[in-house]
C-alpha cells in the first residue's frame, strides 16, 4: 500500500475494544478543504477515501480527490481517477483463462530474461470454482454424487492447473468445488464490509471493495462492499498492482418506501427494480438504494437487487451500512471483533444509515413504493422485460407469433410415455442462481410450496426436469432442519450440486425423448428459473422461452407444466381428493417464512461450513500437483493452453497503424450480448470447436461446455460468435454463427476469419444499440481479437465490453447520434479504412472510409471510444496484459 501525501490531512485514528485503527477520515478531509462531502453518496464516499488513501500525486493527485467534491456541484465529470480496489474475486469459467494467461506471462518474462516472479497477485485473489457443475443427472438422491463425479471427470486437467496456480502464486486462493456459488460465497464468508491491513507496526481500516471476474459481483454491494464486475483482462491488471482508471460515475438514486405486501417477494422486487432502472438507463453509473422502505428489507434482499445490477445495467447497485448489515454480518458467523469495527468505522466515516439519515445528494433519482410490487416473472428473451403473473398467460400467447413465428399448435407425442408436449410447456424448473439461492425467505418459501403441494398429493409434470442448485452449502443445511429438502426431494427438487447451473447454461440435456419430441415438432419449449439471465441460446439448446422466477413460482410452474396455464386463477393439478388444487392453496404466508428463517438459519451453520473452506473433498485432495514457477504446458490437453498473445513480445511496442482496407465479417443489430459473442454454454460435433475435439479423438458426450475449455484459446476461438441464436445481418434470414467468406459463400464465422488472416486482410464489426451486454466475458473480446477483428463500430456499447475489447488491442468506434450502418445502406460487402489511428486520443473523432463493392466510397465520423489516457497506453501496447508485462519487467 502507497503511503498517501494525505494533502487534506485525513489521517486519523480509531479506538474500537482496546485497538486503534489508523484510517483515513472525511470528515478531517471535509474540515481541511473538501467541502460538502459528509453529502456525498455512500457509495462515492467509499471512492473517496480510496483516493485520499492513495495519493501519490502520479497516479492519484490532490486534483483528482477535490474533483470528487466538484462533484456535488455538477453531479456529474468527465475527470479520470484512478482506483485500487482491495481484492480481487474470479469463478473458474473467467478464472482459469486468468491464470493461464498469467502462466504465461511468467513464460514471456522468462524469455526476456527477466524474474518470472514479478508475476505474482499483489492484492488478494479468490478463485471459487462452481460453474462447471452440470445437471446431468437430476430428480434422484443420487443427483449430487454422479454430478460430482462427472464434474471431476470432465475437469480433471482445468482442477490440476488451478492447483498448480495455488501454489505457485501468492495471494491466491481457491475454493475448491461443491461449496458454493462465488458472490453467495463472498457475501456469507469472505466478505468483511471493512478491510483491515497490517502496515509499517499499523492496522489500516478501510472499506471492503473489490472487482470480480464475474458480472454479478454487484450482489456483495447488499454487504455495503462496493464492487462490480470486470474482465478477466482488466482483473489480472488489478491483481498485477494497476489502478482501475475510471471517469468519476453519475450516481443514481433509486428511492424506497413503504413495504412489500403479504406474498410478494424479493424477486418479484428485483425484477420490477430491473424494469425501471433498464426504463431510465443507467449504463455506466452506481445506483445506489436509500429512504425508509429500507428498513424493511432484509439483507439477503438488498444482496437479490445488488445482484442484478448487470441486468438493470448499472456498474453497481449499493446499499449502506446499516443495522441489517451488522445483523446479518453476525448470524453468518463473522468474528465479533470484525463487527464491532465495522459499527464503529462505517458511523465515524458518515456511512452509516439511519432511519433519520439526510437523503445524500444524487445525479438524479427515482422512487418506487414497495406496496406496489406484485408478483411477476420475467421474459422470454430479456431480464428487463417484467410481466406480471397474472398476465404470463396471454402474454405467452402474444410472444409466440410475435417473437417466435408461431401460428400453429401442435402437440407432439413424447416416445415411450403417455403423453405429448406442445408450444409453452415447461420442461426445466431450475432453483438456480445467486441472484436468489442467497435469500432464505425465498428458498424457505419454495420448501413451503412443495410442503403444502406434498400434502395434497400434486406432483411435478413428467415432462419437467427440475433441480435444485443452492448457492452454499449453508442453503443445505437449514432447508434440512426445516424438513424441507424432504418435500423439495419429493417433487422432484433433488440437489443436483452447489454451483452456478442452469443460469450459465449448465443445465445439461433434456431426457432425450423430451429433446426428439421438441425437435420434431419445433416446439417452443419453455424453461423457468430462478436466475439472472434468460438470454437466447444460453439455458439450453432445445428451449427457446425462458423465464426468470422466484423460487416458490419455479415450483409452482414444475407443478402446472405449461406457461398457457394461467396460475393465478387455473388449478396447477388435481389433488389425491380429486379436487382441484390453486396456487392459492400452497402459497406460504410471510409469517410461516420468517419463522422457519428465525428458527432454523443459525451462525453456527456459517461457522461450521466455513471452518475449513479451501480444503475440499477427498476428490479435491486426490489431485496430485507438481509445484513450480513455470507451469508444464501439455500440448496434446484439450483444456488448457498457451494461449498466443505474448509470442515475439519486445520490450518497445510497435507503433499502432491505420486499418485499410478491412473486410466486414459481421453486421449485428441491438443488444447483441456478450451470450451472443462468447463462447458459452454446450456445443455440437458438426461447429468448428466440435470439430477441433473430434480431430483430437475426443467423443462428443465429453466435449463438456465452451465455459468449461475456457484455458483452450483453440476451442473459444472457434466459439467465437458461434452462438446458434446469433443473427449476422449480412446473411438475412439466417440463424447461427455465419457470415460471407472472402468468396461470398456462406460459412462459419471462424472459417471466414481464418480465410481472411491467411491473406493478412483486417476485418471489422458494425453493429447497433448495446453492443456487448451481458456478463463480464473476457473471451468476447479475446475471440474478437484472434480472429482478426481489428475495430468494431456500433451505435453504443455495454461498459465492460467495451473496456474489454481495448484491453485485448481492438479499437471501439462509436456511430454519430442517428446514424447506423442501416442508415449508410450497408450489406457487408464493403471494405473499410479507419484513419488517424497514429495521432489518437482519447473520445476523438476518428475517420472511417467505407468503399462499396461498386468502387462509390463516403466518409463518415465516428468516435473514438477509448475513454482514457490509461486506456490509450494499453491499446498502443496491443493490449493491458502486454502494457502490465512491460511494466513489471522494467521495474
Known amino acids: 500500500m502507497t503511503t498517501s501525501l494525505d494533502s487534506f490531512k485525513s489521517k486519523s485514528t480509531l479506538t474500537v475494544a482496546g485497538k486503534t485503527y489508523t484510517y483515513y477520515s472525511i470528515a478531517e478531509a471535509e474540515k481541511n478543504g473538501l467541502d460538502g462531502v459528509s453529502r456525498l453518496p455512500h457509495s462515492m464516499k467509499v471512492v473517496l ?17 477535490k474533483a470528487i467534491a466538484e462533484w ?21 469459467f473467467t478464472g482459469v483463462p486468468a491464470v493461464v494467461d498469467l502462466a504465461a506471462m511468467r513464460d514471456a518474462t522468462k524469455k526476456l530474461g527477466a524474474d518470472a516472479q514479478k508475476i505474482n497477485p499483489l492484492v488478494p485473489v479468490d478463485l471459487v470454482i462452481d460453474h462447471s457443475v452440470m445437471v446431468d443427472s437430476f430428480g434422484t438422491p443420487m443427483s449430487f454424487n454422479q454430478n460430482v463425479e462427472l464434474e471431476y471427470e470432465r475437469n480433471g486437467e482445468r482442477y490440476e492447473f ?14 475448491p468445488p461443491g461449496t458454493g456459488i462465488c458472490h453467495q460465497v463472498n457475501l456469507e464468508y469472505l466478505a468483511q464490509t471493512v478491510w483491515t491491513r497490517e502496515e509499517d507496526g499499523e492496522t489500516v481500516a478501510y472499506p471492503d471493495t473489490l472487482v470480480g471476474t464475474d458480472s454479478h459481483t454487484t450482489m456483495v454491494n447488499g454487504l455495503a462492499v462496493l464492487g462490480w464486475g470486470v474482465g478477466g483482462i482488466e482483473a489480472e491488471a488489478a491483481m498485477l498492482g494497476q489502478p482501475i482508471t475510471m471517469l468519476i460515475p453519475e450516481v443514481v438514486g433509486f428511492k424506497m418506501t413503504g413495504r412489500i405486501n403479504e406474498g410478494v417477494t424479493a424477486t418479484d422486487l428485483v425484477l420490477t427494480v430491473t424494469e425501471m432502472l433498464r426504463k431510465k438507463g443507467v449504463v455506466g453509473k452506481f ?23 448487470p441486468e438493470y445495467g448499472a456498474t453497481c447497485g449499493f446499499f449502506p451500512v446499516d443495522a441489517d448489515t451488522l445483523k446479518y ?90 403423453f405429448a408436449i406442445g408450444h409453452g410447456d415447461v420442461v426445466i424448473a431450475a432453483i438456480t442462481s445467486c441472484t436468489n439461492t442467497s435469500n432464505p425467505s425465498v428458498l424457505v418459501a419454495a420448501g413451503l410450496v412443495a410442503r403444502k403441494a406434498r400434502e395434497l398429493g400434486l406432483d411435478s409434470k413428467p415432462w419437467v426436469k427440475t433441480s435444485l442448485a443452492p448457492g452454499s452449502q449453508v442453503v443445505t443445511d437449514y432447508l434440512t432442519a426445516a424438513g424441507l429438502q424432504d418435500d423439495l426431494d419429493a417433487i422432484g427438487f433433488n440437489l443436483v450440486g452447489y454451483g452456478c447451473t442452469t443460469c450459465i447454461g449448465n443445465s445439461g440435456p433434456l431426457p432425450p425423448a423430451i429433446s426428439k419430441a421438441v425437435q420434431t415438432g419445433d416446439l417452443v419449449a419453455a424453461s423457468v428459473l430462478s436466475g439472472n439471465r434468460n438470454f437466447e441460446g444460453r439455458v439450453n439448446p432445445d428451449v427457446k422461452a425462458n423465464f426468470l422466477a422466484s423460487p416458490p413460482l419455479v415450483v ?109 465479417l459481421a453486421l449485428f443489430l441491438d443488444s447483441i450480448t456478450t451470450d451472443h459473442i462468447s463462447p458459452a454454454g454446450s456445443f455440437k460435433a458438426a461447429t468448428p470447436a466440435g470439430q477441433y475435439l473430434t480431430e483430437r479423438q475426443v467423443a462428443p458426450k ?62 471489422v464489426i458494425f453493429a447497433g444499440k448495446e453492443y456487448g451486454t451481458g456478463s463480464s466475458r473476457d473471451w468476447a473480446a479475446k475471440g474478437t481479437n484472434l480472429l482478426g477483428v481489428r475495430a468494431v463500430i456500433a451505435q453504443s456499447f455495454e461498459r465492460i465490453h467495451r473496456s474489454n475489447l481495448v484491453g485485448m488491442g481492438v479499437l471501439p468506434l462509436q456511430f454519430a447520434e442517428g446514424e447506423s450502418w442501416q442508415t449508410l445502406g450497408l450489406d457487408g460487402s464493403e471494405t473499410v479504412t479507419i484513419e488517424g489511428i497514429e495521432e489518437l486520443s482519447p473520445r476523438a473523432t476518428v475517420t472511417v472510409k467505407i468503399t462499396g463493392a461498386d468502387g462509390t466510397s463516403r466518409q463518415i465520423e465516428t468516435r473514438c471510444r477509448i ?18 508485462l512491460r511494466s513489471l519487467v522494467a521495474a
Open 72 to 92: 456535488l456541484k455538477t453531479r456529474t465529470s468527465e475527470h479520470e481517477i484512478s482506483y485500487r480496489p482491495a481484492r480481487v474475486l474470479m469463478q473458474d
Open 287 to 309: 445506483v445506489e438504494f436509500y429512504g425508509p422502505g429500507l428498513d424493511y428489507l432484509s439483507l439477503e434482499d438488498q444482496a437479490t437487487i445488488g445482484n442484478m445490477a
Open 556 to 664: 409452482a410452474y414444475a407443478l402446472a407444466g405449461s406457461m398457457k396455464i394461467d396460475i393465478t386463477t387455473e388449478p396447477l393439478g388435481t389433488g389425491k381428493d380429486g379436487k382441484p388444487v390453486y396456487l392459492k392453496d400452497i402459497w406460504p404466508t410471510n409469517h410461516e417464512i420468517a419463522e422457519i428463517v428465525r428458527t432454523h438459519v443459525t451462525p453456527e451453520m456459517f461457522k461450521g461450513r466455513y471452518s475449513d473452506v479451501f480444503k475440499g473433498d477427498e476428490h479435491w485432495q486426490g489431485i496430485a500437483v507438481d509445484g513450480g514457477e513455470t507451469y508444464g504446458w501439455n500440448g496434446s490437453s484439450t483444456y488448457v493452453q498457451n494461449p498466443p498473445y505474448f509470442e515475439d513480445l519486445e520490450m518497445e511496442p510497435k507503433p499502432v497503424t491505420d486499418i485499410e482496407n478491412a473486410r466486414v
Open 329 to 418: 454480518l453476525t448470524t453468518s458467523g463473522r468474528d465479533p471483533a470484525r463487527v464491532a469495527l465495522v459499527e464503529a468505522y462505517s458511523k465515524a466515516q458518515g456511512m452509516f444509515r439511519q432511519t433519520n439519515s439526510p437523503d445524500p445528494v444524487f445525479t438524479s433519482t427515482l422512487e418506487l413504493d414497495l406496496s406496489t410490487v406484485v408478483p411477476s416473472i420475467s421474459g422470454p428473451k430479456r431480464p428487463q422485460d417484467r410481466i406480471v403473473l397474472a398476465e404470463a398467460k396471454a402474454k405467452f400467447a402474444e410472444a409466440l407469433p410475435k417473437e417466435f413465428g408461431k401460428t400453429d399448435d401442435p402437440k407432439v407425442e413424447v416416445e415411450g410415455e403417455d
Open 49 to 65: 477515501e480510496n483516493l485520499l488513501r492513495f495519493e501519490d500525486g502520479r497516479t492519484v493527485t490532490k486534483d483528482d480527490i
Open 702 to 763: 465429453d466435449f463438456n461446455s465452451y465455459g468449461a475449455r475456457r484455458g483452450n484459446h483453440e476451442v473459444m476461438m472457434r466459439g467465437t460468435f458461434a452462438n446458434i441464436r446469433i443473427k449476422n445481418q449480412m446473411l438475412p434470414g439466417v440463424e447461427g454463427g455465419f457470415t460471407k467468406g472472402p468468396s461470398g459463400a456462406q460459412m462459419p464465422i471462424y472459417d471466414a476469419a481464418m480465410e481472411y488472416q491467411k491473406q493478412g486482410t483486417p476485418l
Open 867 to 884: 475513454d482514457t489516457a490509461n486506456e490509450l497506453d494499453y491499446y498502443r501496447n496491443g493490449g493491458i496484459l502486454h502494457y502490465v
Open 162 to 175: 488451478l492447483r498448480w496456480g495455488q501454489k505457485a502464486f501468492d495471494n491466491f486462493r481457491v475454493v
